[in-house]
């Protein structure tokens, strides 16, 4: 992020986090909360070589953290697979209810419940049309999260930007850090109240990774190719929704044929199960705090959250 964005951000955040925002009664109503405090601070890392193939075998001594440019001492790490969380953010506001959109995020779902391990890893389905609701809460996986989308009617605006921040909550009073909110979406937010760069900090604070897959339908390509028809999908991954997953440490894709939904949901699944968790004393400075997680390798890729944040005077963050 630039500068002014971070410091902009930071402000929004200490207020976020630090009681309600002055927005007006109506708006105010309308817009989460959240509160945090910050004593360690956990970050879940994947890493990668410059083929794309995960590196699973590095070590405490592998890594450097910095805050806001500062080395940091690890004080805890972590690297043996552990059960996963996943929050699944169905999109079911009224723009899914065309071109076969809700058959094509259906299929999404079950290839990433195919993935999870049944009985250990735990998974939540939660919707979004203008509000949010919890369909079915973390538990063993599979669970009932097919047929409770079946039962799904899609209606009214989209408030995407704020449903990913909610559902971020939610998942972080889950205990341990292989946690994800995977979001199926066709990309379109018409009533949210935050904007991407607020949500991707709130997801950066409590260190919920958001990955993003966009519904392509069976009409939203040419035949069987991966050429879509409307290039505004593929714009996502370089947009605001795209900025917003890679800023949580998570990652944005627009699957377009059967194979690449089978590829997708893998990497989101092996990912997670392949995560370094990485723990560090905070700096007591309020405000928002950039990390750079990297390795002693130059041929290695890490992929983390881009910050935290130390709740306090919000005037603390401009210093």
Same mark, same amino acid.
């Given at each position: 992020?630039?500068?002014?964005?971070?410091?902009?951000?930071?402000?929004?955040?200490?207020?976020?986090?630090?009681?309600?925002?002055?927005?007006?009664?109506?708006?105010?109503?309308?817009?989460?909360?959240?509160?945090?405090?910050?004593?360690?601070?956990?970050?879940?890392?994947?890493?990668?070589?410059?083929?794309?193939?995960?590196?699973?075998?590095?070590?405490?001594?592998?890594?450097? +953290?910095?805050?806001?440019?500062?080395?940091?001492?690890?004080?805890? %790490?972590?690297?043996?697979?552990?059960?996963?969380?996943?929050?699944?953010?169905?999109?079911?506001?009224?723009?899914?209810?065309?071109? %076969?959109?809700?058959?094509?995020?259906?299929?999404?779902?079950?290839?990433?419940?195919?993935?999870?391990?049944?009985?250990?890893?735990?998974?939540?389905?939660?919707? %979004?049309?203008?509000?949010?609701?919890?369909?079915?809460?973390?538990?063993?996986?599979?669970?009932?999260?097919?047929?409770?989308?079946?039962?799904?009617?899609?209606?009214?605006?989209?408030?995407?930007?704020?449903?990913?921040? &909610?559902?971020?909550?939610?998942?972080?009073?889950?205990?341990?850090? =292989?946690?994800?909110?995977?979001?199926?979406?066709?990309?379109?937010?018409?009533?949210?109240?935050?904007?991407?760069?607020?949500?991707?900090?709130?997801?950066?604070?409590?260190?919920?990774?958001?990955?993003?897959?966009?519904?392509?339908?069976?009409?939203?390509?040419?035949?069987?190719?991966?050429?879509?028809?409307?290039?505004?999908?593929?714009?996502?991954?370089?947009?605001?929704?795209?900025?917003?997953?890679?800023?949580?440490?998570?990652?944005?894709?627009?699957?377009?044929?059967?194979?690449?939904?089978?590829?997708?949901?893998?990497?989101? +699944?092996?990912?997670? =199960?392949?995560?370094?968790?990485?723990? %560090? &004393?905070?700096?007591?400075?309020?405000?928002?705090?950039?990390?750079?997680?990297?390795?002693? =390798?130059?041929?290695?890729?890490?992929?983390? =959250?881009?910050?935290?944040?130390?709740?306090?005077?919000?005037?603390?963050?401009?210093?």
């Amino acid at each position: 992020m630039q500068v002014s964005a971070v410091r902009s951000l930071a402000g929004v955040l200490t207020a976020l986090l630090a009681g309600p925002i002055a927005l007006g009664q109506s708006q105010q109503q309308d817009r989460p909360v959240f509160r945090s405090t910050v004593d360690r601070v956990t970050v879940a890392a994947t890493v990668r070589d410059k083929r794309g193939r995960p590196v699973t075998t590095l070590t405490a001594a592998d890594f450097n +953290v910095f805050d806001n440019g500062l080395p940091k001492k690890i004080l805890a %790490f972590e690297r043996d697979a552990a059960p996963m969380s996943l929050a699944l953010l169905a999109d079911f506001s009224g723009s899914m209810d065309v071109a %076969f959109k809700r058959a094509a995020a259906r299929e999404v779902t079950r290839q990433i419940l195919g993935f999870l391990s049944p009985g250990v890893d735990r998974a939540g389905l939660y919707a %979004f049309d203008n509000s949010l609701h919890e369909l079915q809460p973390l538990r063993p996986a599979p669970g009932d999260i097919l047929t409770r989308m079946d039962k799904l009617e899609p209606w009214g605006k989209t408030r995407l930007f704020d449903a990913i921040a &909610e559902t971020g909550q939610l998942l972080a009073k889950v205990s341990g850090g =292989r946690r994800a909110v995977v979001v199926l979406t066709d990309g379109a937010d018409n009533a949210s109240a935050l904007t991407a760069p607020e949500v991707s900090g709130i997801a950066s604070s409590i260190d919920v990774p958001v990955y993003v897959v966009v519904i392509v339908s069976p009409l939203d390509r040419l035949s069987r190719t991966k050429t879509l028809i409307d290039p505004a999908l593929l714009n996502h991954k370089t947009g605001a929704l795209g900025d917003l997953a890679r800023w949580t440490g998570g990652e944005i894709m627009v699957p377009v044929s059967n194979a690449e939904v089978t590829e997708i949901s893998k990497q989101i +699944v092996s990912e997670l =199960r392949q995560q370094y968790l990485i723990a %560090f &004393e905070p700096s007591g400075q309020p405000g928002w705090h950039p990390l750079d997680v990297r390795t002693r =390798r130059t041929d290695l890729v890490v992929r983390a =959250r881009s910050g935290y944040l130390v709740p306090g005077r919000p005037s603390a963050v401009y210093q």
